[in-house]
Structures are given as structure tokens and as C-alpha cells.
């Protein structure tokens, strides 16, 4: 797919500098990045549903979160009941394709980030086409408000809409 994306994030978006702040990092693979700002409360089971609600409550309280990236399964997936393995999900091609589509088009890296800026920066550069291009192949993207919230009609802090069933 040809798209016109020319988005760079600098590492001044804000990398922890400390030892502290890195170990209190939340490890997030690249396109949870964009599912931690549509979710609404609603997921796989209560298990999974309880991750997510002390996560993003995190990410939606506090000013500044270390988010360590990984290319894997992260602390959101260890409660997933798809999660088959470490490294491995029911739909890990899907996943993969997400992650690596998020990865290429935020110019991301498998290292610690300020997840507060990430997504400042994320929702000031993402156009239609390019949340089309990663998110299209998720099940929820036609009926989830992701969209609306990631494109910015939203509030500026993540918020309500709805999280993927199924990826
Ligand atoms: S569906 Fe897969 S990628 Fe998504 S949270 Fe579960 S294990 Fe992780």
C-alpha cells in the first residue's frame, strides 16, 4: 500500500533517564499503543478486563508513564486469554501485522518511552489513511469509536470507546 506517511518521532518525545522510572515502565507491544486509547471497559473476560482497567487507568492518570515498548506479548497480553505463549497469540499474524504497521509508521523502537507524549504525538500526525493502513484488518476498527478517538474528535487524554475482541 502506497501512503504518503511522514512521521517521525524524535527520541525528545521523552525517553526516562532513570533507573526508577524505567523498572515502574509498562511494557506495551506497538499497537496497544493505539487499543489503550479506545478502550471503554469492555473485554475478552474479567481477567483480561482487570489488566486492562489498572493499565490504562495508569496511563490515564498519571502525567508521565514509561511505556517499554516490546515486539512480543506485553503486560497486557499476560492476561489475555489468546495469549498461547510467550511471543505467541491465537492471532499472531494479525498481531504482528498490527504491531510492525504501528512499528514502520511512528518509526518506533524496542525501547522505554513516555507514553503520555507518544500519544500527543501519534494523534497530531495520524490521518484517516494511515489508522486505515495499521487498523483495517481489526475486527473492531468498523464498529469501535477508535477511530474517532485516536483521529481527535476525542478529548486529548485517552478515553471511551471500545476494545478488540479479537485482533
Ligand atoms: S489478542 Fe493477542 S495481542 Fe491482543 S492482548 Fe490478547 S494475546 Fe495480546
Known amino acids: 500500500?502506497?501512503?504518503?506517511?511522514?512521521i517521525k518521532i524524535s527520541v525528545s518525545c521523552g525517553e526516562p533517564d532513570t533507573e526508577k522510572e524505567r523498572k515502574y515502565a509498562i511494557r506495551l507491544r506497538p499497537h496497544h499503543?493505539?487499543?489503550?486509547?479506545?478502550?471503554?471497559?469492555v473485554g475478552y473476560d474479567d481477567t483480561f478486563k482487570t489488566r486492562m482497567d489498572e493499565?490504562?487507568?495508569?496511563?490515564?492518570?498519571?502525567?508521565?508513564?514509561?511505556?517499554m515498548l516490546v515486539f512480543s506479548t506485553d503486560d497486557l497480553c499476560s492476561a489475555c486469554p489468546n495469549r498461547l505463549g510467550e511471543d505467541l497469540c491465537r492471532t499472531n499474524?494479525?498481531?504482528?501485522?498490527?504491531d510492525q504497521k504501528t512499528a514502520e509508521c511512528f518509526h518506533l523502537e524496542e525501547k522505554t518511552y513516555i507514553y503520555q507524549n507518544l500519544v500527543r504525538i501519534i494523534?497530531?500526525?495520524i490521518t484517516p489513511e494511515v489508522m486505515d493502513y495499521i487498523c483495517g484488518d481489526c475486527s473492531w476498527y468498523?464498529?469501535?469509536?477508535?477511530?474517532?478517538?485516536?483521529?481527535?474528535?476525542?478529548?486529548?487524554?485517552?478515553?471511551?470507546?471500545v476494545i478488540h475482541p479479537e485482533e
Open 123 to 125: 494523534r497530531k500526525t
Open 55 to 67: 493499565v490504562v487507568h495508569r496511563l490515564r492518570t498519571e502525567e508521565q508513564t514509561p511505556v
Open 142 to 161: 468498523p464498529v469501535s469509536a477508535c477511530r474517532e478517538q485516536v483521529l481527535g474528535s476525542g478529548p486529548d487524554q485517552p478515553s471511551a470507546a
Open 1 to 6: 500500500m502506497e501512503l504518503n506517511i511522514n
Open 33 to 41: 499503543l493505539l487499543c489503550t486509547q479506545g478502550y471503554s471497559g
Open 93 to 98: 499474524e494479525k498481531v504482528k501485522a498490527l
